[in-house]
């Protein structure tokens, strides 16, 4: 099947994600068929396939589980309005381009509860590169609006990546430096974002894991609020079953 056959039909193809993995990788369009299996084996070879259901879906997340995919991880969006938020407590500017191979080494290493963190078969190594790969691609232009930079001692200890889609301001990527979390840095980043973006878009946005404990507290402490709820569902395939 060719890429132009999946994204008219059921599987959108991830080309960058295809070559961070370093095989097919393919995103579920919704709503899902009732025979899931009998449309994935159609993908010839080793592949990767994800999806991500809204609550409160079970049929969809029932067809994932008889397909062979695992619930890896349930994602949270949270939403806030104009109101300000409370000065940054933090040295936070704009990324330069000397900055970048700080962001990537931070990027890289700083993260565990993303779902390619919490998929075993991706592994920790593939995760991290993910990571440091997508930050890679924000510093460069490919993606994104800015990046936010928390400076300590005149280096990077952690950032905050800004995408914009249909008015909204998203939180695209938030990372702090593994020996600097818990010392407020992301939340003077996420100060200095809200105070940058609040009069310029009309919603400000951030998606997070719900095993993310210290994260949800971050964000509903400065005013966002729980919008909605997916599940994400992964699938490693060959030949349409699992692995």
Not at 29 to 55: H, T, V, Y
Not at 98 to 110: E, H, K, P, Q, T
Not at 131 to 136: G, S
Not at 189 to 215: F, K, M
Request: charged share 25%; aromatic share 6%; glycine share 10%.
């Amino acid at each position: 099947m060719s890429a132009r056959d999946a994204a008219a039909g059921l599987m959108v193809p991830d080309t960058w994600l295809a070559e961070v993995l370093g095989r097919p990788a393919y995103a579920l369009r919704l709503p899902l068929p009732p025979a899931l299996g009998d449309e994935l084996e159609r993908l010839p070879g080793a592949a990767f396939c994800f999806a991500k259901i809204p609550e409160p879906d079970a049929a969809s997340c029932a067809a994932l589980a008889a397909a062979g995919f695992r619930r890896v991880d349930t994602q949270v969006t949270l939403e806030r309005g104009a109101e300000p938020a409370p000065a940054a407590r933090a040295d936070v500017r704009l990324a330069e381009p000397r900055d970048r191979d700080a962001v990537l080494d931070i990027a890289g290493s700083c993260f565990r509860h993303s779902r390619f963190h919490q998929d075993a078969r991706i592994g920790l190594q593939a995760a991290h590169a993910m990571k440091r790969a997508w930050m890679a691609n924000c510093l460069d232009g490919r993606r994104g609006a800015e990046v936010l930079l928390a400076i300590e001692r005149g280096r990077p200890t952690g950032f905050l990546a800004v995408l914009l889609a249909q008015g909204a301001a998203i939180i695209d990527l938030i990372g702090v430096a593994s020996q600097s979390q818990r010392r407020g840095i992301g939340a003077a980043l996420v100060d200095a974002y809200i105070e940058r973006w609040r009069g310029r878009a009309a919603v400000l946005r951030v998606g997070t894991q719900d095993s993310n404990v210290p994260s949800l507290r971050l964000y509903e402490g400065r005013g966002f609020r729980v919008v909605g709820r997916s599940s994400v569902w992964h699938g490693h395939l060959r030949g349409g079953r699992p692995e």
